[in-house]
């Protein structure tokens, strides 16, 4: 297995506290929406989702990719991970890891063939 990108991104997350609306409906599918808002800081975990996107971009081998196009979905054990809704992602092997304290949020993601 080759590393064929890797990309990181790190985020104050009170620029997520009092997002509009229609920023947060351009950036991350309904799903992710949903579950962020279940938390009682939702804006920790959007600030997060934003970085593994963010991320994503850097990693990925090709461009042009709509945010909406990149999600976070949570696993049952509670990990991380990247689903990206793009045929030239077909075949890659995509690991992402994320974290957050009260002020920052940061993602990590690595892209192998």
């Not at 997520?16 to 938390?39: G, H, I, Q, W």
């Not at 850097?58 to 049952?76: R, W």
């Not at 990206?84 to 075949?91: C, L, V």
């Amino acid at each position: 297995m080759a590393i064929i990108g890797i990309g990181v991104d790190m985020e104050d997350i009170s620029r997520f506290k009092n997002a509009e609306e229609k920023l947060l409906k351009r950036v991350f599918t309904d799903a992710e929406l949903a579950f962020c808002f279940k938390s009682v800081k939702p804006w920790e975990r959007l600030a997060a989702r934003f970085c593994a996107k963010e991320a994503a971009f850097k990693a990925l081998p090709f461009k042009e990719i709509a945010f909406k196009n990149i999600e976070v979905k949570t696993s049952q054990d509670g990990k991380p991970n990247l689903v990206i809704y793009d045929e030239r992602a077909n075949g890659l092997d995509i690991k992402l890891s994320l974290s957050h304290t009260d002020t920052a949020a940061i993602a990590f993601v690595v892209v192998s063939e």
